[in-house]
């Protein structure tokens, strides 16, 4: 029984054996086709969780894991996720040097500790799962070895990464020492008398403090930018959208479900590092002119707007954080599909190699804007709608707590500023400073595909929001705050 919860995450690790495996008898010039393999089987799994019965909550490994709503949920965004990233490392396969089909394995395997993360009901198992996937990463990050920028990438993300990891096990001991568990549901049960307790309180902030770097949210957004700039396209890609999402699904487990009552009182924190995070990514990304790098801070920005609908604690912000992170999956994917094939042949990820796209390839012209509008919150795309329903919530314990009303002001003059970079990419695009290459860019159909795929997602979330919110709304009702 404990065996078939896993299932999808044994199939993932399984396939990324395959691929280490299948390298050994691949010829050298077959082995990047070995990403559309890997892509399929993947999204076979995707089309796969739906047939798994998540209607209500099973435990398994002494209530450690969990599957229920919210973590099929997430793993099927993992999976779509995993899905397109292998779609964009086939694309870029021509520039690592060597070593292309652990580069595939490599992103399985960071794949099934992101759905371990989803399932995740224990401190324990959180951990063994961001580890999984931050380790992983770590090599992804600093893959190219022939680029100093993608070393220099790997060694910033690894010191950081392992102070974020030294601090969430200081503050799991200092938790497990004071409640006399790891689960959280035993911890959520005993929440009432911990809430005077300093070292619970100690050790609860540690843990949020690690789980802060894995979303790039203040104060532990500076590696961002940096690794987003060094880091091959897909791995840039894969940081933004899963190892975000890892973090947001832990903050929803352990906001939500082990001591809503310390963070009912830690309220005005939560809207700080939101707001301080808002202005911090839109304010540093205005200079930008690197698209990665600008992606980077961008991503702490959204990192702020993703707390804001954690830190109101209702049921109306856990939802539209789940449709918030959905429509940023197509929308940041679609932008780092056409980055990977507009910038190909180029050794630079600046603004300038965007020039004249529109009369390169309308098709990659057009994604782009549809990403760029999408994140700066204009409708009818599904940005709008998901910063609607934060704001939303936000709003609704506004008469609670006035801070909220504050925060969202924050968070609109972060909107207003964001407009401003993100329209800075749709003018290089359209009305370049200088005189444009016009050579026309072939499409593979694979990237085709994928940004059909993201583009359609971002329209669908946008124009018809009443479908996925029932989804979210159903997946956030499982928190035990909630219920």
Same mark, same amino acid.
């Given at each position: 029984?404990?065996?078939? %919860?896993?299932?999808?995450?044994?199939?993932?690790?399984?396939?990324?054996?395959?691929?280490?495996?299948?390298?050994?008898?691949?010829?050298?010039?077959?082995?990047?086709? %070995?990403?559309?393999?890997? &892509?399929?089987?993947?999204?076979?799994?995707?089309?796969?969780? #739906?047939?798994?019965?998540?209607?209500?909550?099973?435990?398994?490994?002494?209530s450690?894991?969990?599957?229920?709503?919210?973590?099929?949920?997430?793993?099927?965004?993992?999976?779509?996720?995993?899905?397109?990233?292998?779609?964009?490392?086939v694309?870029?396969?021509?520039?690592?040097?060597?070593?292309?089909?652990?580069?595939?394995?490599l992103?399985l395997?960071?794949?099934?500790?992101?759905?371990?993360?989803?399932?995740a009901?224990?401190?324990?198992?959180?951990?063994?799962?961001?580890?999984?996937?931050?380790?992983?990463?770590?090599?992804?990050?600093?893959?190219?070895?022939?680029?100093?920028?993608?070393?220099?990438?790997?060694?910033?993300?690894?010191?950081?990464?392992?102070?974020?990891?030294?601090?969430?096990?200081?503050g799991?001991?200092?938790?497990?020492?004071?409640?006399?568990?790891?689960?959280?549901?035993?911890?959520?049960?005993?929440?009432?008398?911990?809430?005077?307790?300093?070292?619970?309180?100690?050790?609860?902030?540690?843990?949020?403090?690690?789980?802060?770097?894995?979303?790039?949210?203040?104060?532990?957004?500076?590696?961002?930018?940096?690794v987003?700039?060094?880091?091959?396209?897909?791995?840039?890609?894969?940081?933004?959208?899963?190892?975000?999402?890892?973090?947001?699904?832990?903050?929803?487990?352990?906001?939500?479900?082990?001591?809503?009552?310390?963070m009912h009182?830690?309220?005005p924190?939560?809207?700080?590092?939101?707001a301080?995070?808002?202005?911090?990514?839109?304010?540093?990304a205005?200079?930008?002119?690197?698209?990665?790098?600008?992606?980077?801070?961008?991503?702490?920005?959204?990192?702020?707007?993703?707390?804001?609908?954690?830190?109101? %604690?209702?049921?109306?912000?856990a939802?539209?954080?789940?449709?918030?992170?959905?429509?940023?999956?197509?929308?940041?994917?679609?932008g #780092?599909?056409?980055?990977?094939?507009?910038?190909?042949?180029?050794d630079?990820?600046?603004?300038?190699?965007?020039?004249? %796209?529109?009369?390169?390839?309308?098709?990659?012209?057009?994604?782009?804007?549809?990403?760029?509008?999408?994140?700066?919150?204009?409708?009818?795309?599904?940005?709008?709608?998901?910063?609607?329903?934060?704001?939303?919530?936000?709003?609704?314990?506004?008469?609670?707590?006035?801070?909220?009303?504050?925060?969202?002001?924050?968070?609109?003059?972060?909107?207003?500023?964001s407009?401003?970079?993100?329209?800075?990419?749709?003018?290089?695009?359209?009305?370049?400073?200088?005189?444009?290459?016009?050579?026309?860019?072939?499409v593979?159909?694979?990237?085709?595909?994928?940004?059909?795929?993201?583009?359609?997602?971002?329209? #669908?979330?946008?124009?018809?929001?009443?479908?996925?919110?029932?989804?979210?709304?159903? &997946?956030? &009702?499982?928190?035990?705050?909630?219920?």
């Amino acid at each position: 029984m404990n065996t078939s %919860l896993i299932s999808l995450e044994l199939a993932v690790v399984g396939l990324g054996l395959a691929f280490l495996l299948l390298d050994l008898w691949t010829p050298a010039e077959l082995k990047r086709q %070995l990403g559309h393999a890997a &892509a399929v089987c993947t999204a076979l799994l995707f089309v796969f969780s #739906f047939f798994v019965d998540a209607s209500y909550v099973r435990e398994a490994f002494a209530s450690a894991y969990v599957m229920d709503p919210l973590a099929i949920y997430f793993k099927r965004f993992f999976l779509l996720a995993g899905t397109i990233v292998l779609v964009l490392q086939v694309q870029y396969a021509d520039r690592i040097k060597s070593g292309i089909s652990e580069y595939y394995s490599l992103t399985l395997f960071a794949l099934a500790g992101m759905m371990f993360t989803a399932s995740a009901m224990n401190f324990a198992v959180m951990f063994a799962s961001l580890e999984l996937v931050t380790i992983t990463l770590y090599v992804l990050t600093s893959f190219q070895r022939n680029r100093l920028e993608s070393l220099e990438a790997g060694v910033k993300y690894l010191i950081m990464g392992g102070l974020a990891s030294a601090l969430m096990v200081f503050g799991i001991a200092f938790v497990y020492g004071s409640a006399g568990s790891f689960v959280f549901i035993d911890i959520y049960e005993k929440s009432s008398t911990l809430i005077g307790n300093s070292v619970f309180l100690i050790g609860l902030l540690l843990v949020l403090v690690g789980l802060a770097f894995k979303i790039a949210a203040f104060p532990y957004q500076i590696w961002a930018p940096d690794v987003y700039q060094g880091s091959p396209a897909p791995t840039t890609a894969l940081l933004a959208v899963g190892s975000k999402a890892a973090g947001i699904v832990l903050l929803l487990r352990i906001i939500y479900g082990v001591a809503p009552g310390v963070m009912h009182q830690w309220a005005p924190v939560l809207i700080a590092i939101s707001a301080i995070s808002i202005l911090y990514g839109n304010l540093c990304a205005i200079a930008q002119t690197s698209l990665k790098r600008l992606f980077g801070y961008s991503s702490i920005a959204h990192a702020g707007y993703l707390l804001l609908g954690l830190a109101a %604690l209702n049921a109306t912000g856990a939802s539209a954080v789940l449709y918030y992170l959905t429509g940023y999956l197509f929308t940041v994917l679609a932008g #780092f599909a056409v980055l990977v094939v507009a910038l190909q042949q180029l050794d630079s990820d600046d603004l300038s190699g965007l020039a004249g %796209l529109n009369e390169r390839s309308p098709l990659l012209a057009t994604a782009m804007t549809m990403s760029m509008v999408s994140l700066a919150g204009i409708p009818p795309l599904a940005g709008f709608f998901g910063k609607f329903l934060l704001f939303k919530a936000a709003l609704e314990e506004g008469a609670m707590q006035p801070a909220f009303y504050w925060l969202v002001a924050v968070a609109i003059v972060g909107v207003v500023i964001s407009i401003w970079y993100y329209f800075n990419v749709i003018r290089a695009i359209y009305w370049p400073r200088q005189k444009a290459d016009l050579t026309p860019i072939t499409v593979p159909l694979p990237i085709k595909a994928t940004l059909a795929l993201c583009m359609a997602g971002m329209l #669908f979330l946008g124009i018809f929001p009443s479908i996925p919110l029932e989804l979210t709304s159903r &997946a956030a &009702a499982v928190l035990p705050w909630l219920h």
